[in-house]
């Protein structure tokens, strides 16, 4: 038993001084205000130039037209790129987001293994993969198999970048998802398959729409692979044989002309591409967890 | 078919070392019986062979004291337990003489016929009060909306839920309160027509009043269902129930009914528990 005395004298081990707790807490809470602002500074002031210099070249003619001749006085724009751009994610999508999806169940659900822990390393191995080596890959693999650069290279090489991010964050918002839900399934008598589908995946769908915003955001941005699948064009699309303009390989080309000219549209690329990806996330948000409202369950994960 | 029953009622008064009234016990049947169950978590068994009879359409009770064994072995009852990774189980379970861990695939059409009620409410919460109770029947697909329809009514106002929510029914379940939840997953167990409901400590995380709504509902429903729940409330288990079990350390010490457990028990530490002087 401890006594009053030993009580007393217990007390007197813990630290008193109120004045210097609270300075202590000030100055913590400087410190990491002061390491947001560090954080903020460059968003705020990358967005504020691509603004500033990407505002006055957009025109209708600027989103729709294809590039027009290097020096000229009729610059066109940057359609076929945005065009690009938009059928890359796609097409990228529609195998990124599946097999991501899949992968993620399986490391979740049945990866509890030798097996599964392989899997999910490697999987780890390929999300930290130079994105450059990816486009290098798709190279040897499509475009010399084929032998030409197409946007089906293109879409291989972005869909195996965006893998390892879907299965990742897909795992990790359904092992979020409480043991009770399952068990409640199990106790209904419902198969595990559906469970999985039907329970599962509508609960984990929050941190699940995540995962795949930041990877399409991702590839959205990537240009290395881009230069060795899709090599880039002045033209629309015109067949799954030929090769295909994207924003960001447009950007890189654009800001390496001597012109102002161009080096203004590439800022107009660049403000484009943001919009794109911005607008892609609040309408895929808004059309998946509108409903949700009523709910006080939520998941996220990842950014 | 007789002297098989008395057979089992001398087994299992060896076995829980309870003599047992053989007059009413013959009298009427058993829809589920447990036999010689051992479940372990990681080699550590948990529940040490118990044997148990459970009477149709009656509230048999498990009470004893925190980790003696109970949830564990109600989940064993639905095979439930060896979900549980680690999780081992040994023994037979019949319902309707038909063993239940006989064939591997047949636990989730078991599972239909043995329906259950956790501690803590837990209905799923991206779908609606409506949908809840209609999981366990569109997911084992039900097809037709006017039987899923009936259904669910049905066994909304089988729980006394249905005149509080039926405006409502788009609305979350989650929206509900505690009280009302656990009545939503007591409908939802009910939804899926099954003969045996096991309920672990049901009430555990209600108010007295929600509670009261529960008991007296588990009453209305052992007209047609065979219940088992487990209770750490003595009370309760004297209020809705007529057998109890007392478990202890993982055996089944004293079993018989509710009345001579908790007036005249046989065994000294069920004695001890129902006086309340350990648990």
């Not at chain 1, 893998?163 to 964050?169: E, G, Q, S, Y």
């Amino acid at each position: 038993m401890i006594t009053i005395e030993q009580r007393a004298e217990f007390r007197k081990h813990f630290r008193n001084n109120i004045s210097r707790r609270v300075a202590t807490d000030k100055i913590v809470k400087g410190i990491v205000f002061g390491c947001v602002l560090l954080a903020i500074i460059p968003l705020g002031s990358i967005l504020f130039e691509i603004i500033r210099n990407g505002v006055p070249v957009l025109s209708i003619d600027f989103l729709t037209q294809p590039p027009g001749a290097v020096g000229s006085n009729q610059p066109g724009g940057i359609g076929p790129a945005i065009q690009g751009t938009l059928m890359l994610i796609g097409l990228s999508s529609l195998i990124g987001v599946p097999v991501g999806v899949l992968g993620g169940i399986f490391l979740s659900e049945y990866g509890n293994n030798k097996y599964g822990q392989t899997i999910r390393f490697f999987n780890d191995v390929l999300a930290e993969f130079p994105t450059i080596v990816i486009g290098l890959f798709a190279f040897a693999v499509i475009v010399l198999s084929l032998g030409y650069f197409s946007i089906l290279a293109g879409m291989f090489a972005l869909s195996i970048i965006m893998l390892p991010i879907i299965t990742r964050t897909t795992e990790e918002s359904l092992k979020l998802v409480p043991v009770s839900y399952r068990e409640a399934g199990y106790a209904l008598g419902i198969k595990r398959s559906v469970i999985i589908f039907r329970i599962l995946l509508t609960s984990a769908k929050s941190g699940l729409i995540t995962g795949i915003m930041l990877s399409v955001a991702r590839i959205a941005g990537e240009t290395a692979p881009l230069i060795f699948t899709i090599l880039g064009n002045e033209d629309f699309f015109s067949g799954f044989d030929q090769p295909v303009d994207a924003l960001p390989l447009r950007i890189y080309r654009l800001a390496n002309l001597p012109y102002d000219s161009a080096t203004a549209q590439g800022w107009g690329g660049a403000l484009v591409l943001i919009l794109i990806i911005l607008s892609l996330n609040i309408g895929i948000r808004y059309l998946f967890l509108r409903k949700r409202r009523g709910g006080s369950f939520r998941i996220t994960t990842g950014g | 078919m007789a002297a098989l029953e008395s057979q089992q009622v001398d087994r299992m008064e060896t076995l829980t070392r309870t003599p047992i009234a053989r007059s009413s016990i013959e009298a009427s049947r058993y829809k589920l019986v447990a036999e010689n169950i051992v479940a372990s978590y990681n080699g550590i068994a948990a529940v040490k062979g118990v044997n148990m009879k459970f009477r149709e359409k009656a509230v048999t009770a498990l009470i004893g004291p925190s980790g003696c064994g109970k949830t564990t072995f109600l989940r064993c009852l639905n095979r439930m337990h060896e979900l549980t990774k680690g999780a081992t189980v040994t023994g037979k379970v019949l319902l309707d003489n038909q063993d239940l861990y006989s064939n591997k695939e047949d636990a989730i059409i078991h599972r239909r016929k043995i329906g259950m009620v956790f501690q803590k409410p837990n209905p799923f919460p991206t779908m609606s009060i409506y949908d809840n109770v209609a999981a366990g029947l569109k997911l084992n697909g039900v097809k037709d909306k006017k039987i899923i329809d009936q259904i669910v009514q049905g066994c909304l106002e089988m729980v006394y839920l249905w005149d509080e929510v039926k405006h409502d029914l788009k609305k979350p379940g989650m929206s509900l309160s505690g009280g009302q939840q656990q009545r939503l997953c007591i409908a939802r167990a009910l939804a899926i027509q099954p003969e045996v409901l096991l309920m672990d400590e049901p009430a555990s995380a209600l108010d007295p009043i929600a509670t009261q709504k529960i008991e007296e509902m588990i009453t209305e429903l052992k007209k047609e269902y065979t219940i088992i729940i487990v209770t750490h409330n003595m009370q309760q288990a004297v209020r809705v129930s007529d057998y109890t079990g007392f478990m202890y350390l993982g055996d089944l010490v004293e079993f018989g009914e509710t009345k001579q457990i908790f007036e005249n028990p046989r065994n000294e530490i069920t004695a001890k528990y129902v006086q309340g002087q350990f648990g």
